[in-house]
């Protein structure tokens, strides 16, 4: 006679084998990018450190500056008057590097084994991470040393999203694509907050270890991915997802004005008709010719140039305009980052609800604008108001950039013209967030220019860039649009047509 199962056992027989499997893909990915962004966030933070004002600090007995000088704290060369451009240099270094990366790194990650090249893109992140932390240790006052290792770094990350997002997109299918992503890509949050918590344990102390611990992290993540990264569920002879259902006719833009576009998308993607050979990576331009490519990756562009802006330069605003310490301006910025975890799951939700990705991201980012100016205009009258508005922010700024980098990059890299070819994501993917990566560099540029001018004038460049993204989203809500509208006359037919038989 057979016992009763104990509970735990119970729950582990409730899910499937590739139920399990598919879990397991989503926590490590999971882990893998929170990495990546953990530690690309300890620079916002050290930034008040770097220069601050020194005048109410004890200096050392056998300091050599002048009691007068209120620099003496500083690390060089960041103590000179234009320390908010050597920042922006800084940042800079890594963002560009990051961009033009991005565009090679998804070809590489299309014809390489993700296992692989994820395993070794986290090791070098996490080596160059703590090399800049290093510099302080080491007393390096060069900014040339900052630079080339931002540099290296950058090329080092644009490792990470292509191949994280081709590999959840191998296992995982159209269905409930936009909650679960949403849900998934809350890692960019989390990584931020894991950052700016960890670097404000040391930004007061020895500002260094913010950067080599994070580094040290992200490469122990990196050997755990080499043992453990399952790229195709095939690997492990679990049932592939499927990423199209017939329906999908009715969600996709008008056959009549992409025909030309996809057929010759079609021609561009080579397949071997051969039992068991695998099809041909997608071409560059043949990526581009998916519908819907060109408009997401310029909207990214400027959605990106907004949530990095406040990435880098959140801490700077808050350490000057409400005058909290280094440490409470970057834990008060990870509210923002609470906000996009909040956003990016929403913005998923509503849009597997509606079946409109476009539509949904265009009215987030409608309503971003006026709360961005809320939070410069008021936000600041208390610490109440403040959280408030930085989460409902980050909630609205986010929601849309993580939708298009997660949801509608695998949406469009297995899109139904490319007839199941599923070398296309990883390329897709770098596509649409190598565009928006140059906004990623443009916004904190343009933030280290403006905001000797004016933090009012920063955040006027921020409404501008949001409601430019809004406008670039306009012909595919327009599409949406008419595809509710028909789906709406075919249910009304089917009604009729019902009652009638009736």
Not at 233 to 262: A, G, W
Not at 359 to 372: D, E, G, N, S
Not at 455 to 473: E, G, K, R
Request: charged content about 10%; glycine content about 10%; some cysteine.
């Amino acid at each position: 006679m057979r016992s009763s199962l104990a509970p735990g056992v119970w729950f582990l027989r409730a899910f499937s084998r590739d139920s399990w499997f598919r879990g397991f893909i989503l926590l490590i990915t999971f882990f893998i990018y929170t990495c990546y962004h953990m530690s690309r966030k300890p620079i916002s933070v050290v930034k008040s450190r770097l220069h601050h004002n020194c005048s109410g600090i004890i200096q050392p007995t056998n300091n050599t500056h002048s009691i007068n000088d209120t620099t003496w704290c500083n690390w060089a060369p960041f103590d000179q008057s234009n320390y908010k451009e050597l920042l922006g240099a800084v940042d800079n270094a890594f963002l560009v590097a990051y961009a033009i990366g991005m565009f090679i790194s998804g070809i590489f990650g299309e014809r390489l084994p993700l296992r692989y090249y994820l395993s070794a893109g986290m090791l070098l992140s996490g080596l160059f991470t703590a090399l800049f932390g290093l510099g302080y240790f080491w007393n390096i006052h060069v900014l040339w040393y900052f630079v080339l290792v931002q540099i290296c770094n950058g090329l080092a990350q644009t490792t990470g999203w292509p191949s994280v997002v081709a590999c959840v997109g191998n296992w995982f299918g159209k269905g409930k694509r936009g909650l679960i992503m949403g849900i998934w890509n809350s890692h960019t949050s989390v990584g931020n907050i894991l950052g700016s918590l960890i670097a404000g344990i040391w930004v007061d102390e020895q500002w260094g270890l913010s950067f080599i611990v994070p580094g040290i992290i992200t490469a122990i993540m990196g050997l755990i991915t080499f043992f453990f990264l399952i790229e195709y569920p095939e690997d492990v002879d679990c049932t592939p997802p499927q990423h199209h259902v017939e329906s999908e006719d009715s969600q996709d833009l008008p056959e009549d004005s992409h025909s030309n576009r996809d057929s010759s998308l079609e021609s561009a993607v080579t397949y071997s008709k051969e039992p068991g050979a695998q099809p041909a990576a997608i071409s560059f331009f043949g990526a581009l010719r998916i519908p819907g490519v060109i408009e997401f990756s310029l909207c990214l562009l400027f959605a990106k140039l907004v949530s990095y802006t406040f990435l880098y330069w959140l801490p700077l605003y808050i350490f000057n305009v409400v005058h909290f310490t280094a440490k409470e301006a970057g834990d008060l910025s990870t509210l923002f980052d609470v906000g996009g975890i909040i956003g990016g799951i929403l913005a998923g939700l509503i849009s597997d609800y509606t079946n409109g990705r476009a539509t949904t991201c265009c009215v987030m980012l409608i309503l971003a604008a006026p709360m961005m100016f809320l939070y410069n205009s008021i936000g600041q009258r208390g610490i109440s108001i403040s959280i408030v508005m930085l989460i409902i922010s980050g909630a609205l700024v986010n929601g849309p950039y993580a939708l298009i980098t997660t949801a509608v990059s695998a949406d469009l890299g297995t899109h139904k013209s490319l007839k199941g070819n599923a070398k296309a994501l990883s390329t897709v993917t770098a596509i649409i967030d190598g565009t928006g990566s140059i906004g990623a560099a443009l916004g904190p540029l343009l933030a280290g220019l403006i905001s000797p001018t004016g933090w009012n004038n920063v955040f006027y460049m921020l409404i501008s860039a949001d409601i430019l993204a809004c406008l670039l989203l306009c012909r595919l809500v327009y599409k949406e649009v008419l595809a509710w509208k028909s789906s709406l006359h075919r249910d009304r037919g089917s009604s009729v047509a019902l009652t009638h038989a009736r």
